[in-house]
């Protein structure tokens, strides 16, 4: 039988020339496919599963199952069929998974073939000699590989007596914090010691000892620290690897499964939310080969708790005129209490943060010129400038996408600017660790860093390192354009990080390089929803779809659709409206989510709340706007509603409310309630409403804000105190809000330390691991010094971890200066091995 089934195009939608397929016959069936497919491909174009173990499509092959076995047969030079053989007068089965198909071949597999029926009913039956039989009480039981596979292609009886005793070990062993071993499932698949080192680049796992003894192991003393460690857990085939902190909570038949997206950087992954009873119980990764294929970084996968934390806000609350204490309220209460509040006002201001999602972000913009009158707004809760308003709004926002996570494994060279995409990124940092690999023959992008020191990351990338202090961004970039190694021009890509703005003329150095080269230039945000409140008007001289406040024509476009006149003039940004609530000039604060310790000066923050005649908090849980607020009013979480992030290339991403039983109202819901109360009604209350009406206004395509970023260039500030350099960001492992709740997964984090170039800690008199202490006149931390190959005159630690938080505690930033002194003995952290920063 014959059917002629072609599968000439390839993986990404391309077509595949004729002289580059080879044609074969499975089972009978004849099919065509791309040179160097591997048999166990072919057979899944034509519907048949072979079964596999340690066969992954994003892995290296290696054949270490052998449950894959099936018949083959060669053309030999005469063109007659010859059945591959191995001892004499026997067939020799082939692994499936390491065979690459060749022309005329023909295979049978255990479809067709009692042979390569027989091995891998052999084969299974080898796999269960010491495998035990705990289904009940394993965490794969009901979604395991090899469950499934010895019920549809193992013998139906056992042939082992009551008597014979199983190998076991002692269980489980903590080769992380999270991630927990029972060494008697292992089948030894290899498939997470290579993820481990192909994927993530974190080899801290092997296969250790030989034969029946052979086992998962770790280095001495060294638990396995990755940011990615969790999707081991997920492409386990059996219950060998298990997460600490879903280990017996819940049995898969329990659960139900929504597609979502991962809330916690702007990368877009997606994954499964798995909940039981209105909880989210796990979430895994999804499979999407544009986006993150079928990895998630262990954020996205264990940080999912802080929205059933205890804080979290349940109730609308008013603050009593007569006792001045918060008390619970209704919700029509809460909306009348605020319309009054904002309605008495003489100015208002609207800080969001880069949390939310596109609608909701869609709604605040909407909400401060149509309810409030006023383009005083922004989301960017961080140290922000001119110059990077300008460039979001000349390159960034509403524009169509031109890099995407399939173009960076085609680029000729990747330039990453202040950006460290391991612990900032992480689905961005394994595509461009893919593309180094070049495992498809081609020619691997190379890939530039201007940074401070070459980290760990950094070093996965084999990234050729510009060692820049913070603050000196400007040159080292200027000095790429004469680079003759960076190959940018036909097909280059410059990623911008959020923190290259806090260096005056970085930006407009960065938009130079691109115009000079032809490179595509992107910029990566931190957090998720930061392209989307850009996209939806969340800055004070942007209205929705990249549309200047200036332009009168880009005005009356949005007045169309809103049916109210936009309100004229650029507002005050973030920085500015804190200093004019401090100062008495806006007199009320609407507040979205804002994390007061993102903030350039969390103090100064705080000062303008307490400063701000009336307060209004739209938030999940109590924070310290909470304490400062005349109404909270409670929003939801992501798995609460529906919505959609913008991803850093410009991709949305939408989901669909995972907890249906809950009735926490999405932001909109909430700023459409106290709209109606102020008489001006925001018109749309749902995040279907917000998203159709943005989609609706569209992308401006008239003349561009801020085109000119030399003229918005500030003055380098003057130097305040002198000292080391100060370097920072935030570890992927962190104290933010967002990662409240897991205890596993915060200790499966590397402790926070100081990275001193060697000559430093020399003249110190210190040695690695003695502490260090960072001081500046706001205060001090002390830290576990370590060595790096720093540039001289800078010292690099954690922006936010193991309760040190640097802008809190010593008031300054990214290029700020410290004073570096030796710990007091009584001080001084205890540094163990398996604790260094990343």
């Known amino acids: 039988m014959t059917s002629g089934v072609s ?114 009913q052999g084969v299974m039956e080898a796999l269960l000699i010491n495998h035990p039989l705990d289904c009940p009480v394993c965490d794969k039981g009901g979604e395991c590989p090899l469950q499934n596979q010895a019920m549809s292609n193992g013998r139906g009886e056992t042939r082992f007596s009551k008597g014979e005793v199983k190998r076991t070990f002692p269980k489980p062993i903590n080769i992380s914090a999270q991630v927990l071993l029972d060494r008697e499932r292992c089948v030894l698949c290899a498939r997470c010691t290579r993820f481990s080192e192909q994927i993530a680049g974190d080899p801290f796992i092997a296969l250790i000892e030989r034969g029946a003894l052979q086992q998962v192991g770790i280095y001495e003393n060294e638990p396995y620290h990755s940011n990615f460690s969790g999707n081991v857990i997920q492409i386990c085939p059996v219950g060998a690897l298990t997460s600490a902190s879903y280990r017996f909570r819940a049995r898969p038949f329990d659960l139900i499964s929504t597609p979502s997206v991962a809330e916690h950087d702007s990368c877009g992954a997606a994954i499964r939310v798995d909940h039981r009873r209105g909880k989210v119980v796990r979430r895994l990764a999804g499979n999407d080969p544009e986006v993150n294929e079928e990895w998630i970084n262990d954020k996205d996968r264990f940080a999912f708790r802080y929205a059933t934390a205890a804080d979290r806000l349940t109730h609308p609350q008013v603050r009593d005129e007569t006792t001045g204490e918060l008390r619970v309220a209704s919700w029509p209460e809460a909306f009348a209490v605020a319309a009054r509040g904002l309605a008495a006002a003489s100015a208002v201001g609207v800080l969001t943060g880069g949390r939310l999602t596109r609608e909701d972000a869609y709604a605040y913009a909407k909400f401060a010129r149509v309810s409030l009158g006023t383009n ?365 709740g897991d205890a596993a997964y915060h200790a499966s984090g590397p402790r926070p330390v100081a990275v001193l170039d060697e000559r430093t800690l020399s003249t110190l008199g210190l040695a690695e691991g003695d502490g260090v202490t960072l001081s500046t006149a706001r205060g001090s931390v002390t830290l576990p010094a370590v060595v790096g190959d720093v540039e001289e005159g800078v010292v690099w630690a954690p922006a936010s971890s193991g309760g040190v938080h640097l802008g809190r505690d010593l008031g300054v930033g990214s290029g700020g200066r410290v004073t570096l002194r030796p710990a007091p003995a009584a001080d001084a952290p205890v540094l163990h091995d398996s604790q260094e920063g990343r």
């Open 7 to 120: 599968t000439g195009s390839t993986a990404g939608g391309g077509q595949v020339e004729k002289a580059d397929l080879v044609t074969l016959t499975i089972d009978g069936i004849e099919v065509s496919v791309p040179k160097g497919t591997l048999l166990i491909r072919a057979a899944e174009q034509i519907g048949v599963q072979i079964p596999r173990f340690c066969d992954h499509p994003l892995l290296a092959p290696v054949g270490a199952c052998r449950q894959c076995l099936v018949e083959v047969a060669m053309p030999d030079r005469e063109g007659e069929l010859k059945t591959m053989m191995g001892p004499p007068g026997r067939v020799k089965p082939q692994a499936s998974c390491t065979m690459a198909v060749a022309e005329g071949m023909q295979v049978k597999t255990q479809l067709t073939s009692a042979i390569a029926d027989k091995s891998q």
């Open 376 to 740: 005083d707004i922004d989301f960017r809760s961080r140290p922000h400038t001119a110059e990077e308003a300008g460039f979001l709004a000349s390159r960034v926002a509403g524009t169509p996408t031109t890099v995407t996570y399939g173009a960076l494994e085609k680029a000729t060279a990747v330039v990453l600017l202040g950006l460290e995409p391991e612990e900032e990124a992480g689905a961005l940092f394994l595509r461009l660790r893919k593309a180094s690999r070049s495992s498809s023959g081609g020619k691997a992008p190379r890939v530039f860093a201007v940074a401070p020191f070459t980290s760990s990351g950094l070093r996965k990338l084999k990234a050729s390192v510009v060692r820049t202090a913070p603050g000196a961004e400007v040159a080292a970039i200027e000095q790429l354009a004469h680079d003759g190694d960076l190959a940018l021009d036909g097909g280059g890509v410059i990623l911008v990080g959020e923190r290259l703005a806090q260096t005056p003329g970085a930006l407009h150095a960065a938009s130079v390089l691109a115009t000079q080269t032809g490179a595509r230039l992107a910029w990566v945000p931190a957090r998720a929803g930061d392209r989307g409140a850009l996209d939806a008007g969340c800055l004070p001289g942007l209205l929705p779809g990249g549309r200047p406040v200036s332009d009168a024509a880009a005005r009356v476009d949005v007045s169309t659709v809103w049916g109210v006149p936009v309100p004229t003039g650029e507002g005050r940004d973030g920085d500015a409206i804190l200093a004019a609530a401090r100062a008495g000039e806006i007199d009320a604060l609407v507040v979205g989510g804002v994390g007061l310790d993102d903030l350039a000066d969390p103090a100064g923050a705080e000062a303008a709340l307490d400063a701000a005649g009336f307060v209004v908090s739209l938030e999940l849980r109590e924070s310290a706007v909470t304490s400062r607020a005349d109404v909270v009013l409670p929003v939801a979480p992501v798995a609460e509603k529906a919505g959609s992030f913008v991803t850093w290339e410009g991709r949305v991403r939408p989901f669909v409310k995972a907890l249906s039983e809950s009735n926490a109202l999405p932001d909109v819901r909430v700023l459409a309630g106290i709209a109606d109360q102020l008489g001006r009604p925001l018109g749309v209350s749902t995040p279907q409403a917000a998203a159709a009406e943005l989609d609706e206004l569209g992308a401006w395509d008239g003349a561009r804000a801020g085109d000119d970023l030399a003229d918005l260039v500030a003055a380098a500030p003057a130097e305040a105190g002198t000292g080391h350099r100060l370097a920072t960001w935030k570890t992927m492992v962190s104290d933010g809000p967002m990662q409240d």
